[in-house]
Each structure stands twice: as structure tokens, then as C-alpha cells.
């Protein structure tokens, strides 16, 4: 009977998301398999089978694409774990205004991604944002563009860094605080140097959470719109065309839904395997080390 309860309880939760989830995946399946067009009514649309994914794989503009999306994902998930994690270690450590700090290094994460663009947009103005100012004070002429087709990409990295570098020292923060301090005792009493207790004893424990927490951060970079739409719209060109931004382009800009929707099937069942392959790994390794799973 309370097995009973308790599924009446979720229900509404359980149909919510399939309302809110399920039914607009599906619905974007059904449109990959089409040629609907924006300007084109619903009831002239037609069945065009794997035409659209065989035109993707052969679309210079969908590899250009995955080539950005894939230098900007591993870029800013590297850089952002490793000061997340330096970071984490320090505040990890008895240190005075621990507190304070923890409450500076969130900032970012907690700014809304309109605000936090906006923001940057003005600092890397190149005639009057604070970089230029700066660059021009210490006796440079002309400052670098860093919206340009040089810089943009690199612009665009630097923000995402700044923008989920929190998420990576909060997760991994909670994973070296989960340590058991004994074990650092016992290895003090062995003789161990703070070399030896970070490579034998840090590592081994928190690699678990460091792989959920890049999983988690890749998945979010990959899919990242606001930020890049914002600051470049995909430009100069297609410097910082990224997925998102190329299969917005395409669906409503360029009022291909077919393809549009297309573009996302694949971008989700890319993850989809990564993800999937990436936990299997995780599973495997925290199975064959005896650490319990989180």
C-alpha cells in the first residue's frame, strides 16, 4: 500500500518531465527526418529520411563547428579543474579567512550568464574596456582585439574558465573535506612527506568525484550558449561557431528546422555515448579500487 502512495506521490513529477523532456526530444527526432522549414507551412512538410544526416556529415560548416566546440570544451574544462582543484586545496588547508574566501571564488558561478557577458563584453571593448585601458597604460599603442578573429576564440575560453572554475572547487572542495583525516595521521606516523600523502592518499580518494565533476563541466561547456552568442555570435566569421550556436544559426536564422533539429539528434546522441562511455570507465576504475560509488 505504500508502494502504492509513493508512486501516486511522483506521478505528477514523472509527467512533468515527460512533458517538459521527453515529448521535445521526441518531437525533435521526428523533425530530423524531415525537410520543415520555417517559411514553409506544416502540412507541405515531407518525410526526406537520412538526407539530412548524410548532408551533416558532408557540411563543412557542421565540422568546423565540432572542431571549435571540441578546442573550446577541453580547453576550459582543463583550466577550470586545475584552479578549481588548486584551489581547492588551499582552502582545504586551516587557513584565516577561509570563509571569506570560499564566498569571493563563487562569485562567477553564481552570476547569470547574461550579466556575466555583458560584463566581459565592456572589458574587452578594445577602445574603452578595462584590458585596453590597461594596455595603453603601460605604453602599448594599440591594444589587441580580443573580440577578433585571432583572439576570439581565446576570449571566449578565458570567460568559460572564469564562469565554471567555481562549480570544479565546490565539488571538488566537498570530495577533500569527505577524506578522512585519520588517514593522514597514519601516514604521518609512517613517515610520510606531504608529497607522499597528496599521491598516495588525495589522489587515489578524490579521483572519483574529479571525474564526475569534469563529466558534469564538459557536458555543460559543450552545450554552452549564452556567453558565446552574446559576446561573438559566432563571429568574426566562424571563429567561435560553436554547436549551440551553428544549429540556432541554421534553425533560426537560416529557417532550416529539418537540419536544425538534426544537428541536436546528433549533438545529443554524441554525449550521450561519451558520457556514457566516460561513467562506464569511472565504474570500472572505482569498482577495481574498492571505493564506494557516489
Sequence with gaps: MERH???????????????????PLLDTVRLSFTNRLLSRPEDETKFVGLDNYSAILSSPGVWNAFKVSLIFTVASVGFSFIIGFTLA?????????????????IIPWAVPAFVAALTWSWMFNDQFGIFASLLKDVGVARPPIWLGADLALFSLTVVMIWKSFPFQLIVLLAGLQAIPGDLYEAAEVDGAVSYQKF???TLPLIKPIAMISILLAAINAFNFFTIPWILTRGGPGDATS?????????GFVGGDFGFAATMAVIMFVFILIIGSLYLWQYLREVDASGAQRI
Excluded at 502512495?5 to 515529448?23: D, K, M, Q, R, S
Excluded at 588551499?90 to 571569506?100: A, C, E, M, V
Design 242 to 250: 560553436v554547436l549551440p550556436i551553428y544549429t540556432y544559426t541554421i
Design 89 to 105: 586545496l588551499l582552502l582545504n588547508r586551516p587557513l584565516p579567512g577561509r570563509g571569506i574566501l570560499r564566498s569571493i571564488f
Design 199 to 201: 599521491r598516495y592518499i
Design 5 to 23: 502512495i509513493a508512486y501516486f506521490l511522483i506521478a505528477p513529477t514523472i509527467l512533468g518531465i515527460a512533458i517538459v523532456n521527453v515529448y
